[in-house]
């Protein structure tokens, strides 16, 4: 079984650090029934939020990164 690598830290309320081996992000939000966003060092933004019972709901986004 392969070990990882990942770390969250609590920097504010309602906000979070997340870092692993390759990236990291920042996770706003997810207050009471409130959704999460979250936008990774790699471009990623997702937005996501916990629904009652066994569903979810979750909307991924990817930016493309420009260079200049």
Do not use: A, E
Request: charged share 25%; net charge positive.
């Amino acid at each position: 079984m392969p070990l990882t690598f990942r770390k969250s830290f609590r920097i504010l309320p309602g906000v979070r650090l997340n870092i692993n081996k390759k990236s990291w992000s920042i996770t706003t939000g997810g207050g009471k029934n409130g959704p999460r966003y979250t936008r990774s060092s790699t471009g990623r933004r997702t937005t996501s939020m916990d629904l009652p019972g066994p569903f979810g709901w979750r909307r991924t986004s990817r930016s493309r990164r420009t260079s200049g």
